[in-house]
């Protein structure tokens, strides 16, 4: 308990301390229009408040991230506890804030348009098609997950196609709709059912008396499976997660005001590292050691330990309630994900997306690709989503790293842990049965040199970048309007 109770305090602790300093670091121009305001549509920019943005941002980014990843990652035990705390604070937040303020001072640019303009042209095409990929495995993911969860709240009354064919409707309306019809009207309330359910099963553990175990370094599981790099692509949103990246452009696009930002990117980013916190200890604590959780796990999967816990720490009424909170997870980022992928398509085709005639076109060949993808083993869609994701979380820490580079400002707070999870990225795919299936020590060999050459890269590329003045931001001093 002492572990778990330390963790969730340092977790708070480098909201206000680290999050402070990485926001001097970067800078906020409190005076300066933001997108929200300049390319005002009705459609995706669209003026909201702090509270709002902040829990849609919340939702946006969570998915079932920060309850399946850490449920997965307690087999490995309290060294769990480690990587979201450290991964959260100094990868996590970080990654996130800065995609967030870097795409506010570009007029809301998506992560591909920000990786060409600050990491050359050549990745252009490279980070768009990786980025449309990616947010149609997690669009795909998230539609198979939460109807899945459904069935079982439902006892299989209601057929699993069915299910899946009404999220697909709602996926529809959510992506096609102006930003502030229903995901802005709706997830605040769904964001306080996610939070009152976490913060119910986390009081619950500590009233209880949940037996959470202590950290220890002598109790790696699964067997025969390294935990490094698995632990990083097992525990991704709770953690680091480069989704946030598609997700955060959505918000700067209605953020207010850049002193907005550190409570809307970087502290939500806590916020879901608080309740991957809060999951990781139930599953470690409650079903008789790894043992108990690995024969729970083999007979359900995480959506049988999200019901169990849920029923145990609040009660029927309660534990459906927070089973709900849950199955909102993934249809509040579902339905992001098409969205990101519509705008994202939208901006490389440089088609306006005020008729929705246009947004039309774009998202409905998404949607049946994805149909498509439904069909494919959930699994390995899994495996793929999650080393997409952290591809795509280096890439845009690279863009912070170059971003502060050019601007003189420190890089490394962002250029460090990017560095780290490039090396798990490269290794992981060369060792992985979906990748080149190297033995571990060859794989690790091959991460250190691959990261090494990359990095020199990104030097070479900083230093051409500074000396052409490429500019950081888009110049908005002929509009005046500040919230």
């Known amino acids: 308990m002492i572990t778990f109770l330390t963790a969730i305090a340092l977790l708070i602790f480098g909201y206000f301390t680290y999050g402070k300093f990485v926001e001097k670091v970067f800078g906020i121009k409190e005076e300066r229009a933001t997108p929200a305001y300049v390319d005002a549509d009705g459609v995706d920019y669209v003026p909201m408040n702090t509270k709002k943005n902040s829990l849609i941002q919340l939702l946006n980014i969570a998915g079932t991230g920060p309850v399946f990843g850490p449920i997965m990652g307690a087999l490995y035990g309290p060294v769990a506890f480690i990587w979201i705390v450290v991964g959260c604070i100094f990868a996590g937040a970080v990654h996130d804030y800065l995609t967030g303020m870097i795409s506010i001072r570009n007029r809301g640019a998506h992560l591909p348009e920000l990786a060409t303009k600050f990491l050359g042209k050549a990745m252009k095409h490279v ?21 899945s969860l459904l069935n079982v709240l439902l006892d299989g009354k209601v057929a699993l196609g069915i299910l899946i064919a009404l999220i697909f409707v709602y996926y529809i309306l959510a992506t096609l709709l102006p930003v502030d019809k229903i995901i802005g009207r709706l997830y605040p309330y769904f964001g306080a059912v996610l939070v009152i359910s976490a913060l119910g099963v986390g009081i619950g553990l500590v009233v209880k008396g949940a037996p959470i175990p202590e950290l220890s370094f002598s109790n790696f599981h699964p067997d025969n499976l390294p935990i490094f790099p698995l632990i990083f692509f097992t ?28 409570k809307i990117f970087y502290g939500m980013m806590i916020a879901e590292g608080i309740i991957a916190m809060i999951w990781a200890a139930a599953a470690m604590s409650l079903f008789d050691g790894y043992n108990g959780l690995g024969e729970l796990l083999a007979a359900g999967g995480p959506g049988a330990i999200v019901s169990e816990v849920s029923t145990m720490m609040l009660g029927a009424v309660g534990g459906t309630l927070a089973v709900l909170g849950v199955v909102i997870l993934p249809i509040t980022s579902g339905d992001t994900a098409f969205r990101s992928a519509r705008m994202i398509i939208a901006e490389y085709l440089n088609v306006a997306q005020k008729k929705i005639s246009s947004r039309l076109w774009i998202a409905l060949p998404l949607f049946a690709i994805s149909v498509v993808l439904t069909q494919i083993d959930f699994n390995l869609l899994w495996r793929y989503f ?32 990017g560095t780290f999870m490039l090396v798990m990225v490269i290794t992981y795919i060369l060792n992985a049965p979906i990748g080149f299936r190297l033995p571990m020590n060859i794989a690790w060999i091959g991460g250190l040199i691959g990261a090494a050459i990359l990095v020199a890269l990104f030097f070479k590329q900083a230093k051409k970048a500074r000396a052409n003045n490429i500019p950081l931001e888009v110049d908005v001093s002929n509009y005046n309007k500040v919230a």
């Open 127 to 147: 980070v768009n098609a990786f980025a449309v990929l990616l947010l149609l495995l997690v669009g795909t993911v998230f539609v198979s997950t939460p109807a």
């Open 235 to 262: 525990i991704t949103c709770g953690a680091l997660s480069g989704f946030h990246a598609t997700q955060t452009p959505i918000i700067s696009r209605t953020t207010q005001n850049e002193k907005q930002g550190r």
């Open 386 to 417: 999650s080393w997409a994701n952290q591809a795509t979380a280096v890439i845009a820490l690279f863009v912070g790293a170059m971003y502060l580079y050019i601007a003189r400002k420190n890089y490394w707070i962002s250029l460090i842990p």
